[in-house]
């Protein structure tokens, strides 16, 4: 259901509130919704618009933003990226290109909202399932975590893409149709118009069910975490003892590396990398010029190196 406390419930109603917005039924049910809770809370409410530059209606889609924006006196602002793939996909290339400018808007303690829904989570599962994802990928998108100095929150994580569409015709919503959603080109998009609607035939409430997995994963994730740092804490760092690691099993190696590197606050490397960083530093007897080295194309800040020093692994960024 959406409400109100829906919302308030995930903010902090002291400190300035943005809003990721598109224009797209999502992000426009977000706003509305902060409104709302602007009318009633008096809160600081601003939103952001990110023109892509990827379709030929992104000029459009900007000027549908500021007139609705105008209506509601909210403060718009506005970025415009040209997105270069690099290889790893326009989607992600997107992607890192918002969260940059989120990251660079933000002051100490701000928050921006999201209007990522739970079929959302569904399909990001999916998708990293897809491309070979660890336990921790099945968590799903956070619903809050640090993007700079403030906060990345996703109020409507665990509501449906049924109830975001009747919102928006209850209340007689303005939104705009991203056409490049309907191209099936995009990994998403094929998941999306292709895949989901046969699983959802089969199987009702299918993303409800999805969600339902990364809500346990997550829960059976952070039970482990706890087990391993109990154990192997003294390990876990930024410089692991060599010797020390190559004395307990290799599934526990693995994880001190996995959450090393996360203690780097760098993206964990797909399963293959972790293998060859294994054989390397741990299955063979590494030399100075013994070097690992990984990015992710779906990460910022991804790129990682792991060296050989003196009896120790060192975890850094690249």
């Given at each position: 259901?959406?409400?109100?406390?829906?919302?308030?419930?995930?903010?902090?109603?002291?400190?300035?509130?943005?809003?990721?917005?598109?224009?797209?039924?999502?992000?426009?049910?977000?706003?509305?919704?902060?409104?709302?809770?602007?009318?009633?809370?008096?809160?600081?409410?601003?939103?952001?618009?990110?023109?892509?530059?990827?379709?030929?209606?992104?000029?459009?889609?900007?000027?549908?933003?500021?007139?609705?924006?105008?209506?509601?006196?909210?403060?718009?602002?506005?970025?415009?990226?040209?997105?270069?793939?690099?290889?790893?996909?326009?989607?992600?290339?997107?992607?890192?290109?918002?969260?940059?400018?989120?990251?660079?808007?933000?002051?100490?303690?701000?928050?921006?909202?999201?209007?990522?829904?739970?079929?959302?989570?569904?399909?990001?599962?999916?998708?990293?399932?897809?491309?070979?994802?660890?336990?921790?990928?099945?968590?799903?998108?956070?619903?809050?975590?640090?993007?700079?100095?403030?906060?990345?929150?996703?109020?409507?994580?665990?509501?449906?893409?049924?109830?975001?569409?009747?919102?928006?015709?209850?209340?007689?919503?303005?939104?705009?149709?991203?056409?490049?959603?309907?191209?099936?080109?995009?990994?998403?998009?094929?998941?999306?118009?292709?895949?989901?609607?046969?699983?959802?035939?089969?199987?009702?409430?299918?993303?409800?069910?999805?969600?339902?997995?990364?809500?346990?994963?997550?829960?059976?994730?952070?039970?482990?975490?706890?087990?391993?740092?109990?154990?192997?804490?003294?390990?876990?760092?930024?410089?692991?003892?060599?010797?020390?690691?190559k004395k307990i099993p290799k599934s526990y190696a693995v994880d001190v590396i996995r959450y090393s590197i996360k203690e780097c606050n760098l993206a964990i490397p797909n399963s293959k990398i972790m293998e060859e960083i294994y054989k390397t530093f741990v299955a063979s007897r590494p030399g100075p010029k013994s070097c690992v080295t990984w990015s992710r194309a779906d990460k910022e800040d991804s790129s990682g190196m792991i060296k050989y020093?003196?009896?120790?692994?060192?975890?850094?960024?690249?």
């Open positions: 259901m959406l409400t109100l406390d829906l919302i308030k419930e995930n903010l902090n109603l002291q400190n300035h509130l943005y809003v990721a917005y598109s224009g797209g039924p999502d992000s426009s049910v977000l706003l509305d919704l902060c409104v709302k809770l602007r009318d009633t809370s008096n809160i600081n409410l601003s939103a952001i618009h990110i023109n892509h530059n990827l379709s030929k209606k992104s000029i459009d889609w900007e000027n549908h933003c500021v007139n609705e924006c105008k209506k509601l006196n909210v403060n718009l602002i506005i970025e415009s990226v040209q997105i270069n793939s690099y290889g790893g996909g326009l989607e992600s290339a997107a992607r890192q290109a918002r969260y940059k400018i989120f990251e660079n808007i933000l002051k100490e303690n701000e928050q921006i909202v999201l209007g990522h829904h739970s079929d959302d989570v569904a399909e990001t599962i999916f998708m990293r399932i897809l491309r070979g994802t660890g336990l921790d990928g099945i968590e799903g998108p956070a619903h809050k975590r640090n993007i700079g100095q403030g906060e990345l929150i996703r109020p409507l994580i665990r509501v449906p893409k049924t109830e975001i569409m009747r919102y928006l015709r209850d209340n007689k919503l303005n939104f705009i149709e991203d056409d490049t959603n309907e191209d099936i080109r995009f990994d998403r998009n094929f998941l999306r118009h292709k895949i989901f609607p046969l699983l959802e035939n089969r199987w009702k409430d299918f993303p409800k069910r999805i969600n339902s997995l990364s809500s346990i994963s997550k829960d059976r994730n952070e039970n482990y975490k706890i087990l391993i740092y109990e154990k192997f804490e003294q390990l876990i760092g930024s410089k692991i003892i060599l010797k020390d690691l020093k003196e009896g120790n692994l060192i975890i850094s960024k690249r």
